[in-house]
């Protein structure tokens, strides 16, 4: 089973700074990582496939970086509507599985 | 609009049965892989289970081989989730989702619960 590691947990942040997150696999996956984000009581929505390839609807300030192992989840100029966790999943093998989450909270 | 809309969730008894199902509307159901994923209270998300577009490949998380049947109904655009033996540890929101890769498609959940 691939593991996926997300770093940080937590991270507090004020309204237009940068976030990163990063999530580690534990063995290569090659370019399939996506990225989700879920708001409380909400469903996980799609922001990022394969890695770097936008979504549709999803607002330019999401960006993905990485293949391999090591991979990025950047946003750029938080925004309040941001505060959400958010999750890696990996496609490369079965079972498919995610990343622990990072909980963004807007100070 | 494309939608997924589970239903059947409700509070079991542990060793209980309870059958979820996932009504698809708004694309061509029958040609997409479809997935269960469930979240337990403030957890995070597991994948449970997924089904091809024709039913040829199934596959289930360990913690629920054995006692998971996932399976569907291309002429209804339904997906479904047999859960038998449930367990405390099955007590989850569970969402079906559409995918082969991503994640593209997700229904609001039906929370299941199990207790005495």
């Known amino acids: 089973e691939i593991v996926l590691t997300q770093s940080p947990d937590f991270q507090s942040v004020t309204p237009k700074e940068k976030v990163t997150i990063t999530c580690r696999a534990s063995?290569?996956?090659?370019?399939?990582l996506h990225w989700y984000q879920q708001k409380p009581d909400q469903s996980p929505k799609l922001l990022i496939k394969?890695?770097?390839q936008s979504i549709s609807g999803v607002p330019s300030r999401f960006s993905g970086s990485g293949s391999g192992t090591d991979f990025t989840l950047t946003i750029n100029s938080l925004e309040a509507e941001d505060a959400a966790t958010y999750y890696c999943?990996?496609?490369?093998?079965?079972?498919?599985?995610f990343g622990q989450g990072t909980k963004v909270e807007i100070k | 609009e494309v939608q997924l809309v589970e239903s059947g969730g409700g509070l079991v008894k542990p060793g209980g049965s309870l059958r979820l199902s996932c009504a698809a509307s708004?694309?061509?159901?029958?040609?997409?892989?479809m997935n269960w994923v469930r979240q337990a209270p403030g957890k995070g998300l597991e994948w449970v289970s997924s089904?091809?577009?024709?039913?040829?490949?199934?596959y289930y998380a360990d913690s629920v081989k054995g006692r998971f049947t996932i399976s569907r109904d291309n002429a209804k655009n339904s997906l479904s989730l047999q859960m038998n033996s449930l367990r405390a540890e099955d007590t989850a929101v569970y969402y079906c989702?559409?995918?082969?890769?991503?994640?593209?498609?997700w229904g609001k959940g039906t929370t299941v619960t199990v207790s005495s």
């Open positions: 394969y890695a770097s």
């Open positions: 989702a559409r995918a082969s890769d991503y994640m593209d498609v």
């Open positions: 089904i091809s577009s024709s039913s040829s490949y199934i």
């Open positions: 063995q290569s996956i090659g370019s399939s």
């Open positions: 999943h990996q496609s490369s093998s079965l079972p498919r599985t």
């Open positions: 708004g694309f061509t159901f029958s040609t997409y892989t």
